[in-house]
T-cell receptor, first 115, second 113 residues
Framework: AQKVTQAQTEISVVEKEDVTLDCVYE???????LFWYKQPPSGELVFLIR??????QNEISGRYSWNFQKSTSSFNFTITASQVVDSAVYFC????????????FGAGTRLTVKP | DAMVIQNPRYQVTQFGKPVTLSCSQT?????MYWYQQKSSQAPKLLFH???????NEADTPDNFQSRRPNTSFCFLDIRSPGLGDAAMYLC????????????FGPGTRLTVT
């Protein structure tokens, strides 16, 4: 069965610090997709990134970067030089291509960035 | 421009009084989802429509129903809301089911008195 674990419930950093949000997943499928979503206090989930299981290339988008490692079943998210506007709950999610292709979310990590 | 719209943003209903939440999309996506999210929890999938095909999650209570009259609109009906149904209800869409990202609306916060 598919499973997503975000072990960090809450993280608090001071502005301009770098922070990494961990995501570990379990799946039996060889083809699957990983996602990160941001949920700011307003409540709307915002799509950040999608990765398929055959693309282990790391990605950088501005201050955001993602590290996908199949060997450790991890898909970690790093925010460089954090800002107060980064304060939100971040969800990692998994969708299988052949098995259960519903999107399964991790429990989320609440990030607070203090000025 | 908003792509997934949910109305109302806030809904108060009485215990046992039926309520309908609505969702519309301008993305022309095939799939529409309804999630329930309670405080400090991950979104929980209730059901989804793949085009006109309705797919119910096994643990979704019978109290929750859905309708999708056309591609653009989807409704969530709660026939007899209980206090435990107070939550944020999120609508999402995706182009297809297999591995496509979902786009979420702003949610409807339901209060049951």
């Amino acid at each position: 069965a598919q499973k997503v674990t975000q072990a960090q419930t809450e993280i608090s950093v001071v502005e301009k610090e770098d922070v990494t949000l961990d995501c570990v997943y379990e799946t039996r499928d060889t083809t699957y997709y990983l996602f990160w979503y941001k949920q700011p206090p307003s409540g709307e989930l915002v799509f950040l990134i999608r990765r398929n299981s055959f693309d282990e290339q790391n990605e950088i988008s501005g201050r955001y970067s993602w590290n996908f490692q199949k060997s450790t079943s991890s898909f970690n998210f790093t925010i460089t030089a954090s800002q107060v506007v980064d304060s939100a709950v971040y969800f990692c999610a998994l969708s299988e291509a052949i098995g259960n292709n519903d999107m399964r979310f991790g429990a989320g990590t609440r990030l607070t960035v203090k000025p | 421009d908003a792509m997934v719209i949910q109305n109302p943003r806030y809904q108060v209903t009485q215990f046992g009084k039926p309520v309908t939440l609505s969702c519309s999309q301008t993305l022309n996506h095939n799939v529409m989802y309804w999630y329930q999210q309670k405080s400090s929890q991950a979104p929980k999938l209730l059901f989804h429509y793949y085009d006109k095909d309705f797919n119910n999650e096994a643990d979704t209570p019978d109290n929750f129903q859905s309708r999708r009259p056309n591609t653009s609109f989807c409704f969530l009906d709660i026939r007899s809301p209980g206090l435990g149904d107070a939550a944020m209800y999120l609508c999402a869409t995706s182009r297809d089911r297999r591995g496509y990202e979902q786009y979420f609306g702003p949610g409807t916060r339901l209060t049951v008195t």
